[in-house]
């Protein structure tokens, strides 16, 4: 795909969401940090329909940590795997009290050194609570990059990379967001919505859906 393609994708993808934003309820980086991690194998519904019982009981590492393991898979036992969620969020918030004074870090090192944070984690907290320009490459971003010929790699990390480099600089900061919602939505795994998608003249698909 070549750079005018690419240009026109997210000059539409913008001009048909001007601002888009995580559907992850949160109200500060700490609560996205948290609604991150619980992301892992869980919708988003899911993630807040926990997260709204969990952050009024408890919205600082200190009041999480106060809870203990049981009292934080009491608020997230819907969700997969929330024994290891449980776990991982009361030593990641043990670890903002002694290593960074109760806040987030801005940085992604710091970041992935906390338990439960991998990259993905990460770069959606860089991106979304501190407007850094990365890119959280999930299922439905690479599924997206890949088939419509964006940025293809054959893991999530090439992708991560391309989207880096090829991706307008003006559409950076926002990419990531539109991408995922595209791929949620619209560009979806069974069956994509080819018939009402904004982008699908300039999709490189070769398989794209009639109806």
């Not at 940090?33 to 408890?58: P, W």
């Not at 898979?73 to 449980?86: D, E, M, P, S």
């Not at 950076?172 to 919505?193: E, F, S, T």
Request: hydrophobic share 40%; charged share 25%; aromatic share 6%.
């Amino acid at each position: 795909m070549n750079r005018e393609k690419r240009s026109e994708i997210f000059r539409r993808l913008q001009a048909a969401n001007p601002s888009p934003t995580t559907e992850l309820e949160y109200r500060n980086a700490f609560e996205l940090l948290i609604a991150v991690i619980l992301s892992a194998q869980s919708t988003d519904v899911g993630v807040n329909r926990a997260t709204r019982g969990l952050f009024a009981e408890a919205r600082t590492p200190a009041g999480i940590l106060a809870l203990g393991e049981e009292g934080v898979r009491r608020h997230i036992r819907t969700l997969g795997l929330f024994n290891a969620k449980a776990k991982n969020i009361i030593a990641t918030c043990r670890l903002l009290l002694e290593r960074h004074g109760g806040e987030v870090p801005a940085e992604r090192a710091a970041l992935e050194s906390l338990p439960g944070v991998g990259r993905k984690t990460a770069n959606v907290v860089l991106n979304t609570a501190f407007g850094q320009a990365t890119m959280a490459v999930d299922t439905h971003i690479f599924r997206v990059s890949n088939r419509t010929g964006i940025a293809k790699g054959k893991t999530v990390l090439e992708v991560e990379k391309r989207l880096l480099r090829v991706v307008p600089g003006t559409y950076l900061q926002d990419a990531h967001h539109w991408l995922i919602l595209h791929g949620r939505y619209v560009c979806k795994a069974r069956r994509p919505a080819c018939s009402a998608c904004i982008i699908a003249d300039l999709c490189e698909y070769r398989h794209k859906s009639t109806d």
